[in-house]
């Protein structure tokens, strides 16, 4: 203001000289002394005006004001290099390297524990640092809802803490990889971290993935990886003895982070909006794991049994199964096992048994047992028969598969009717194993 007065004092006081340079020219006398004035006839005449005054200018003589904001010592309220005292939430935007978004530093006026976590949260996100960054935004987000602060201000809180998730990146370098069964997969999957501060190092990644039991089945395990000085993190998945298609996660954690928000029990909105945009911090990979299975030699061996349990000198599901898989390209050995001995081995001990009682060139041995389970007379005879198999190799007694199933057929006798039930299951298991190796 005092910049402003001096200016407008000076405009004035030179359009004054001007004025009174004109009644000096008309004259033709030298300059009137200090507060005086001459008139027409050139004599003094005596100005009542104190000498340090001069007349106001008309309205068309008059400066123009200068625009608010022009001025760097103006102090109205839109000035954004002042604290504003208009509204104790407002803020004051000032731009901070470091983040692809502008970010607004709050106002020092402003109340409630929130805005020290605030200035913290910019500060840490300014240098890249955008663990803190987060959690502090977290714990600004949480007192704010706390101290009741007004909607709005949460609601900027929150989409500022949405936008530092989002400014990590997770990008998958590699994927669509193929391996083989039992063997792992050749390239590793690559994952890179980033933010807009570049290759984002040390970073915790938890990998999810199946790894084969020894019961043929698959289990989910996690294992827990850091990013290089390049921001990347490599894992290359396990082998498996099932062919298929197969997925490897790697996670970006976050939980611990935002749990300050997380952890409310009321707006629901906001606590569902930071948790989606953290759970989308993840990368899913894909592998084909495929199946050389056609190309081992393999044989059958099933026991069939009566509806007490005890086995039949059949070999219906046995050659039901043979035939299926020899269409389907499968390298079998013909003819049937008598494994009746083993009906009640399971793993090694079956493998051991069967080793001795299958032809030498034989690698794998599709070994199980089929139960009649029901028996009925319904417009002539209805069997049900239950059963299940494993395909175990007869090297390690690993069990590279298993399938299992149940199945009921009608017959005209019952002689019939059990038959058709142990071909008729003999053909699921052959398509279920197909279904498994493709």
């Not at 004599?43 to 008059?62: A, F, G, L, N």
């Not at 915790?204 to 827990?224: C, F, K, L, N, Q």
């Amino acid at each position: 203001m005092a910049g402003r007065d001096i200016s407008r004092r000076l405009v004035l006081i030179t359009i004054g000289l001007a004025a009174a340079g004109v009644v000096v020219s008309s004259c033709g006398t030298g300059p009137p002394a200090r507060g005086e004035q001459r008139a027409p006839d050139g004599h003094p005449v005596h100005d009542e005006r104190p000498s340090h005054d001069v007349p106001e200018p008309s309205d068309d003589q008059r400066p123009e004001e200068p625009e608010r904001g022009d001025d760097p010592t103006d102090d109205s309220p839109d000035n954004p290099m002042i604290e504003s005292e208009r509204d104790p939430h407002s803020v004051a935007t000032a731009a901070l390297p470091g983040a692809s978004n502008p970010v607004s530093r709050p106002d020092s006026a402003a109340r409630g524990r929130y805005h020290d976590a605030e200035i913290r949260a910019i500060e840490h996100r300014a240098a890249g640092e955008y663990f803190d960054a987060i959690s502090e935004y977290s714990l600004a987000v949480r007192a704010a809802i706390d101290d009741k602060a007004p909607a709005e201000v949460v609601d900027r809180l929150a989409t500022v803490l949405e936008a530092t998730i989002r400014e990590i990146s997770l990008t998958k370098r590699t994927d669509n990889l193929t391996g083989v069964v039992r063997r792992p997969v050749e390239d590793a999957f690559v994952l890179e971290v980033s933010t807009p501060r570049g290759a984002f190092v040390s970073v915790p990644i938890t990998v999810a993935y199946r790894e084969a039991r020894p019961d043929g089945r698959t289990a989910v395990r996690t294992a827990s990886l850091q990013t290089d000085a390049a921001g990347r993190v490599e894992f290359v998945p396990p082998s498996l003895a099932v062919p298929g298609r197969e997925t490897v996660t790697m996670v970006l954690d976050l939980s611990s982070y935002i749990a300050p928000v997380t952890g409310v029990e009321t707006h629901d909105a906001v606590v569902a909006r930071i948790g989606g945009v953290a759970a989308e911090k993840r990368a899913t990979f894909v592998y084909i794991v495929e199946s050389r299975a056609r190309e081992i030699r393999t044989s059958v061996a099933v026991v069939e049994t009566d509806i007490a349990g005890n086995p039949l000198a059949t070999d219906t599901t046995a050659n039901a199964m043979t035939q299926l898989l020899i269409g389907e390209g499968f390298t079998m050995t013909p003819g049937t096992v008598d494994a009746r001995p083993a009906r009640n081995l399971t793993g090694e001990d079956a493998a051991r048994f069967l080793r001795t009682a299958v032809d030498p060139d034989v690698q794998r041995v599709v070994f199980g047992t089929v139960k009649i389970t029901g028996f009925e007379e319904d417009n002539g005879f209805v069997v049900t028969v239950s059963g299940e198999v494993s395909m175990i190799e007869l090297e390690t007694g690993a069990t590279v598969s298993r399938v299992s199933a149940t199945q009921r057929s009608r017959g005209q006798s019952s002689s019939a009717a059990i038959s058709a039930a142990f071909r008729a299951i003999g053909i699921r298991f052959g398509q279920d194993i197909v279904a498994a190796f493709r």
